[in-house]
C-alpha cells in the first residue's frame, strides 16, 4: 500500500487498533550485506516503520525502536540508525554487550545500532535467519500517489478488540475505495481500489506465529492482522 492509503486507514479505520508498515529485502530482488572486518554476511534487511514492534508486541532484547513520527513512520534522526536479529548479534558480534551505539556498514552505507531484537524474532520470515531492521522515513515519493515514484509497502495491523476479520475486510474496501480516486493515473487507479482481508496464519511455518497473525492482502499490498 502506499503510505497516502495506510494513513487514510489509520485516520478512518475503527476495526485497527494499529496499523504499521514494512517492506522486505524480497521487495527490491536482493539480499544486504553486513560488512565485517573479515569479510561480509548476507542479511534480509528489512525497511520498517517505528510504530512496527509494538504493533507486534514485540520489544527490543537489549536498546530500543526506531522513534515514531506521524502515521508510525520513524522520525528523521533514526534514518541512520538499525536494529540486529539475535542471529547476527551472535554470529557476527560474538554477543557483545555493547553494541548498542556502535557503526556497522550494511552494504556502504553506515548505521548505529540502537537495539538488538530478542531471540526467535524474525518477522516478516518466520525463520532463524540473519537479518537487520532499518527505518523508513518517508520520502517525497510517499507523499504522491504515482505508479513509479510512490513507493509499496506491505502493513501489518492489529485488530481493536472486539472487531473481526470481516468488519475490517467491509470498512477497508470502503476507505480504500475513497483513497483510491485520488490516482491520477487510469490504471493505478484501478489497481488501488480495492482491498481483501483473509486470514494468513494457515500459510505460516511456526506454530506460535500462526496462533498470533492474520493477513489483510490488497491489490496494493499486505496488510497483517493480529
Not at 84 to 92: C, G, M, N
Not at 149 to 169: F, I, K, M, Q, S
Amino acid at each position: 500500500a502506499a503510505f497516502l492509503d495506510i494513513a487514510a486507514w489509520q485516520a478512518r479505520s475503527h476495526t485497527l487498533s494499529s496499523i504499521a508498515f514494512y517492506a522486505g529485502p524480497g521487495d527490491n530482488g536482493h539480499l544486504d550485506f553486513l560488512e565485517e572486518h573479515d569479510g561480509s554476511m548476507a542479511v534480509a534487511n528489512t525497511a520498517a516503520s517505528a510504530n512496527l514492534f509494538p504493533t507486534l508486541g514485540v520489544s527490543p532484547a537489549m536498546g530500543r525502536t526506531f522513534l515514531e513520527d506521524r502515521n508510525g513512520a520513524a522520525r528523521e534522526e533514526d534514518a541512520h540508525t538499525l536494529l540486529l536479529s539475535d542471529v547476527v548479534w551472535r554470529s557476527a558480534f560474538d554477543a557483545d554487550l555493547h553494541i548498542v551505539g556502535k557503526s556497522v556498514t550494511i552494504s556502504g552505507r553506515r548505521y548505529t545500532v540502537i537495539g538488538v531484537m530478542p531471540r526467535g524474532f524474525a518477522f516478516p520470515y518466520g525463520v532463524a535467519h540473519p537479518m537487520v531492521w532499518t527505518p523508513i522515513v518517508p520520502g517525497s515519493g510517499d507523499l504522491v500517489r504515482q505508479k513509479h515514484e510512490t513507493p509499496n509497502y506491505a502493513t501489518v495491523a492489529r485488530l481493536a478488540p472486539g472487531a473481526r476479520v470481516t468488519a475490517a475486510d467491509t470498512e477497508l474496501k470502503t476507505i480504500q475505495a475513497a483513497a483510491a480516486t485520488q490516482y491520477t493515473e487510469a490504471d493505478y487507479r484501478e489497481h488501488a481500489s480495492s482491498v481483501r482481508v483473509e486470514r494468513y496464519g494457515d500459510s505460516l511455518v511456526g506454530e506460535d506465529v500462526r496462533k498470533s497473525l492474520f493477513a489483510l492482502a490488497g491489490a496494493s499490498g499486505v496488510l497483517w492482522l493480529i
